[in-house]
């Protein structure tokens, strides 16, 4: 762990990001990774039991999901019925939850390394056909990733009787056409399918019939570019960074109002003041300023504050759903300083998730405007004092009990991600959002909001 | 089928209940009484857990599962009413409503809509919403005959999985996402669906309207009749509705052996047709060359008269009877004991030229439409069954789609199921035989050990070539082991007409002419002896001059016999012609009597479908005007030639039916009345088929259902009424009873009647050979397309406009061989006579072969056709 006591000065571990970060001007090549160790891990994969993988290394590592679940990998994988193939690996390219980052630059910079994740995970699981669906507004990601898979294809690294072991893999590069529930991995199998993308209902689950009825793994980018490290380090080794259950690291991308917006990976534990505040990593609230709440894993997370409480707490997926039934999620932290207007964040928030609702079940695709709405009038003065406690119980209609994990009424958890917001506000801002309603506050001018000179820098 | 699933205890609601293992969890409650809310399940299509309406609890399971997605398991505990239960269902409805228009009062699915009647039952009452609400344009039409209001449109899809997954036709769909997410078409592949009235029908709110109904009536105004669609021999089950003695809708009802609860289109909106402009209100008759109204004994006593005349001049086979496969049951009983048993004659064929023999219909081992979804192949050689049965068609489909059911093709042409098929056999039109020898050995690898029977669907697949070909082709398929046949006939109820009686060489009840001699002589005093002439037969005699007269019991005969010269002859030749229709056709306006009769919706009954089953027909509204029912005109016309059949109801009717006719041994009136899904043909092989219960509907998913007063929960037994056919009482109604006839055997004791034995088709039959087509002809496929100038079609405004237009396609090189332009028009000409048609090019069409739908355009295949040849080869001359 590198959190001190005392000032924080917490640094980046760099694992996933080492060689994105160490040879800038050709990690994404085929000669810049190779130089770099590239594909040993796989040529050595090759050589043992697939089935030893999972179990042996993934799981042993204690690789959680990276996509926002925070799912055991090696778990996931075992769900896979016996004898039951083909079988596919579809990775999770569609990084839509705002403000995160991080696959971008994966794929972007390091795209063998995650083909390479690709490889020795298909090998693992006994896929011959893996899928990558990739956001499609990453031009730069979609060309580096095509041109690793040539490259990986010409070197001998995918294709037949890759490297002579007998074991056979082709990767399909599929573009995605911009909607966040594409990112959710059963609508993603059917937009895939080149269907409209909505959610199924589970059972059954991916695992069992999933792509075209087939058993398929749905894995995020960073999960599986974390694969060959693993591999190379070997599982239990692996498995001694980070606290508890929440091993490695992860790379989060920081945003809002910090000095030093950007994607940090770190070792998990250290806390979210570490991560806020540290030099070398977020640099502190800008203007010298206050944390009065940050986000901490993703739009779908509720909030935390800038409590010493909230601030001290380890970055550690289990700890932080239990102690403030957060989540760390897509490790997306979004940071506000006391000049935020919450009622505002929540609104954009919620118009955001209103926009993205796939609109297949009622709840979300009525309950998610209707908040979107209310929102809106108590951030530009039109709210009523009872609006808050309306929204309660709409977003308790969506999400009964208003916890996290959360319960549903919907088919997956866009829905009540929108109602994360106004229990956040309900939490921590009753008063100041209750007093707006009564003294028709507005939280910009309307002009100037509308305009999009919002000073949350976040464009419509 | 047999549900060989485990049996396992739940308990729903405090009671225990016994279901099979991964039932959905909405059945098993729904099927012991308990009504879990719903929108988006449907019966008949998969489930989607969309509108989040049917929530509950599980112990032991987190959340709240869906019922409809949800399947049951040994030892489940499920609460359905629930404090937290009661909330999720506030929630939804209350969701569903915040942009919902609530303009109940101006919408067709006020008063009969699920989401007000569940928002009643299970809503929160109030809305706590005072944001503006989602506007759309209002409505917009989705199809010639559909409006989507999108602001009334809960999103549930079953009128998109209808579309997709029941009609195969995936043209509407979803478009936009979230909160504008709406049912969309594509603008380049526009909702020609046969089937989307079926969208409206099972659309839970008032977003999609039917173009005919829009406005037509208020649901409590309206009352229903069950019945069964008689446009084609499919015999689809409806709910038959009117207001104000005006036919308004026909809604489908669900029985599983017949139609799922689906219609097509044109048997639902054919109802139009009943008040067609044209209908013929009084009878007529000819005077000084011009058919001029008159009473009702006066034109019964010149029909009868003129029939007389022709007895006594040349004895009864100078008398013939063409029609009546249109009507009911009774109906064409009587119209059977009329000529057969009054008159003498044998001369009698309810089809139309376009059918297959009597033997062939009667005599092949038959088979039931739910044999197709256990068959272990199906075998399709006849009619595109989406323009010709449509429903049938569906059910195929889905045996084939969602059951797996192989299905073999052996056509001359693409047809609309010609892509599910996993084997084709292509044939020229006409080589049927020779195709016929090929199954076998193509049938093999797709059977593959799959055990049940084979299904032949054996029909006509175009009236350009005459039945002989088929016929040959049913002769070599039933030499194949295990195969049982679903013949594909078309108009309503051919086949009941057929079973009784209505074709040469067969008494009522599928007996010979020499079989039931003994037995009808006991039963009517005297049968025909000698096998008659069919219609082709009939009109080349009364071309010669050999009928003294002619009796056409329905049909346009003109525009339905494939050969338009030779029936025009024969009308044209006949001594007398009686005709007895609903409007004055091309024939009925060269006859010597008209007389009006009644139609479907006016008149109660039973009717027969292509399986044989016997189902109900239910009168709705009273005729306006003085049409008599055919069995009714039989009876007067009867009784007019000295034979007094003393049968008042259509009840007593079936009664003597069950007595006489040996097929129809116990389908009495009792029994016709509580079969809820009919009564196949004989009973003694389909007995635990029968089902005599009522029907039992959930009351809230049929949106038709009346609404009861207190609420949903429960079930409503539906049982509907037979209505007694009442007559208008007329004066020759008196002075028929005043007149004592003489029976000859009092047949209200039929007990003691001769044995007949029923008939099989056991002949060998020694296959023609068809002639050979020469290089330079094209050989005509006639098939049919589901909308064509026929009376349903061209009597019905909201279908009329979709007739396609007349066109001869032919592949793509013909075009270019005759160097013409695609589309451009050429002369066509045949055998009997030459037309000029415009030439389309279609890949799909193989060479060597030219398609035109039969009964397009003023002029058309009729013109072309002679039915003395076996095929119908033409020749393509340009114009310039
Ligand atoms: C609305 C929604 C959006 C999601 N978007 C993404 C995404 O963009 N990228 C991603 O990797 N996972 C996303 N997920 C999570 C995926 O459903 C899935 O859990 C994940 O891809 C599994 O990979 P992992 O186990 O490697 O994390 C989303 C989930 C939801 C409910
Ligand atoms: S919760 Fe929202 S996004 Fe998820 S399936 Fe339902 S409507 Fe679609
Ligand atoms: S139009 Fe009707 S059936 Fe179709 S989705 Fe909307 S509510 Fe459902
Ligand atoms: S398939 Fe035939 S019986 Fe059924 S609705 Fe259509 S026309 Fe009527
Ligand atoms: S979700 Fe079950 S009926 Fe719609």
Known sequence: MTSVIGAPNATETRIVTKRLRDRPEDSWTLDGFTQSGGYEAFRAALKLDPEAIGAEQVAAAGLRGRGGAGFPTGTKWSFLPKDSYPRYLVVNGDEGEPSTFKDRMLIENDPHQLIEGIAISSYAIGCNLAFIYVRGEFALGFERLEAARRDAHAAGFLGANILGSGFDLDIVIHRAAGAYICGEETALLSSLEGDRGMPRIRPPFPAVAGLYAKPTIVNNVETLSTVPHIMRMGGAEYAKLGVNKSTGTRIFSLSGHVNRPGNYEVELGITFRDLIESPELGGGVRNGGKVKFFIPGGASSQWLTGSDEHLDAPLDMDYVQQTFGVMLGSGAVMVYDETTNPALVAWRLAKFFAHESCGKCTPCREGTGWIEKVLYRISHGYGRPQDLDLLLDVGDNISPGLNAPFSQTTICPLGPSAVSPVVSLHKFFREEVIAMCQNNDRALDVTASDSGASDLGAGE | ?880
């Open chain 2, 1 to 880: 089928m047999k549900d060989e699933r485990e049996i396992v205890t739940v308990t729903i609601d405090g009671i225990e209940m016994q279901a099979p293992k991964g039932e959905l969890l909405i059945r098993v409650a729904q099927d012991n009484g308990t009504f879990v809310p719903r929108f988006c399940w449907h019966e008949r299509m998969k489930p989607v857990g969309m509108c989040r309406m049917c929530l509950v609890e599980v112990e032991g399971v987190r959340g709240m599962p869906p019922a409809c997605t949800t399947t049951v398991t040994d030892g489940m505990v499920v609460n359905t009413k629930s404090e937290t239960v009661k909330k999720a269902q506030d929630g939804v409805l209350e969701f569903l409503l915040i942009n919902h228009p609530l303009d109940c009062p101006v919408c067709d699915r006020g008063g009969e809509c699920p989401l007000q009647d569940q928002t009643l039952a299970f809503g929160p009452g109030e809305s706590r919403y005072v944001e503006e609400k989602r506007h759309f344009e209002k409505p917009i039409p989705i199809s010639e005959l559909v409006l989507l209001d999108r602001e009334r449109c809960i999103q549930c899809s079953r009128c998109t999985r209808f579309a997709d997954e029941i009609a195969g036709d995936r043209l509407i769909d979803f478009g936009e996402r979230g909160g504008e997410m709406q049912v969309i078409t594509y603008p380049d592949d526009p909702f020609t669906s046969y089937f989307s009235g079926n969208t409206v029908q099972v659309c839970p709110v008032g977003a999609l309207t039917a173009k005919p109904y829009r406005f037509r009536a208020r649901p409590w105004d309206l009352s229903a009749v069950e019945t069964s669609c008689q446009t084609c021999s499919v015999g689809c089950r409806g709910s038959l509705e009117s207001s104000s003695n005006e036919l308004v809708r026909l809604l489908g009802v669900d029985v599983e052996p017949v139609n799922h609860g689906w219609l097509c289109d044109k048997g639902r909106f054919g109802y139009e047709a009943t008040h067609a402009e044209d209908r013929a209100r009084n009878p007529m008759i000819r005077r000084d060359g011009s058919l001029v109204e008159c009473s009702w004994p006066e034109a019964l006593d010149a029909a009868a008269e003129g029939i007389k005349r022709s007895l006594d001049l040349h004895g009864p086979a100078s008398i013939a009877m063409v029609g009546g496969s249109r009507g009911t049951n009774e109906d064409a009983y009587l119209w059977a004991r009329l000529a057969k048993g009054v008159i003498g004659t044998d001369n009698v064929d309810a089809q139309i030229g376009d059918g297959l023999p009597a033997e062939v219909v009667l005599g092949l081992p038959g088979a039931t439409i739910p044999d197709l979804d256990e068959a272990a192949a199906i075998i399709l050689l006849g009619p595109d069954l989406k323009e010709e049965l449509p429903v049938l068609y569906l059910r195929v489909r889905r045996a084939c789609v969602d059951l797996g059911v192989p299905i073999l093709d052996v056509s001359a042409v693409d047809h609309g199921l010609s892509k599910y098929a996993s084997a084709t056999i292509r044939h020229l039109p006409g080589e049927q035989a020779s195709a016929a020898r090929e199954i076998s050995a193509a049938l093999a690898p797709l059977i593959d050990g799959r055990s049940g029977p084979i299904v032949v669907v054996l029909g006509r697949s175009d009236v350009a070539t005459s039945a002989e070909p088929t016929v040959a082709a049913a002769a070599i398929i039933r030499e194949i082991p295990n195969t049982r046949f679903l013949v594909a006939l078309r108009r309503g109820n051919v086949r009941g007409a057929i079973d009784l009686g209505l074709a040469p060489g067969f008494l009522p009840g599928r007996v010979t002419l020499d079989a039931g001699a003994e037995r009808f002589v006991a039963a009517w005093g005297s049968a025909p002896a000698e096998v008659g002439l069919d219609t082709a037969g009939i009109f080349n005699a009364a071309s010669e001059g050999r009928i003294g007269a002619l009796i056409l019991v329905g049909a346009d005969i003109v525009n339905d016999f494939p050969d338009r010269r030779l029936v025009r002859a024969g009308v044209g030749g006949a001594g007398f012609v009686i005709c007895i229709n609903a409007t004055v056709t091309e024939a009925a306006a060269d006859a010597d009597v008209f007389l009006p009769a009644t139609v479907w919706g006016e008149k109660a009954g039973t009717t027969t479908n292509l399986e044989g089953r016997i189902s109900r027909v239910g009168r709705k509204i009273a005729a306006v005007g003085n049409p008599m029912p055919d069995f009714r005109i039989a009876s007067e016309l009867a009784l007019r030639l000295g034979t007094d059949f003393d049968l008042e109801t259509v009840e007593e009717i079936q009664d003597e039916i069950a007595r006489v006719a040996p097929a129809f041994a116990e389908v009495d009136a009792q029994l016709l009345k509580r079969a809820r899904d009919g009564v196949v043909l004989p009973l003694a092989l389909h007995r635990d088929e029968l089902v005599l219960e009522p029907r039992r509907i959930p009351v809230i998913d049929f949106s038709w259902e009346p609404i009861k007063p207190e609420g949903p929960g429960e079930f409503e037994v539906v049982e509907f009424e037979v209505v007694e056919p009442v007559l208008e009482a007329d004066a020759s109604d008196e002075a028929a009873a005043e007149e004592e006839s003489a029976l000859p055997v009092d047949i209200s004791n039929g007990a003691g009647l001769p044995d007949a034995q029923l008939f099989v088709w056991s002949a060998q039959h020694a296959a023609q050979p068809t002639p050979g087509r020469d290089n330079y002809a094209l050989r005509l496929s006639a098939g049919r397309s589901l909308y064509d100038n026929g009376r349903t079609v061209a009597s019905t405004p909201a279908l009329r406009a979709l007739i396609p237009a007349q066109t001869l396609r032919v592949n793509p090189s013909e075009i270019s061989r005759v160097g013409v332009a695609d589309g451009e028009s050429v002369r066509v000409s045949t055998a009997r006579g030459s037309l000029v048609l415009s030439l389309t090019g279609d890949a799909n069409v193989p060479a060597g072969v030219a398609v035109m739908p039969f009964n397009i355009g003023e002029t058309g295949v009729g013109d072309l056709v002679d039915v003395s040849l076996v095929v119908t080869d033409l020749r393509l001359e340009t114009l310039r």
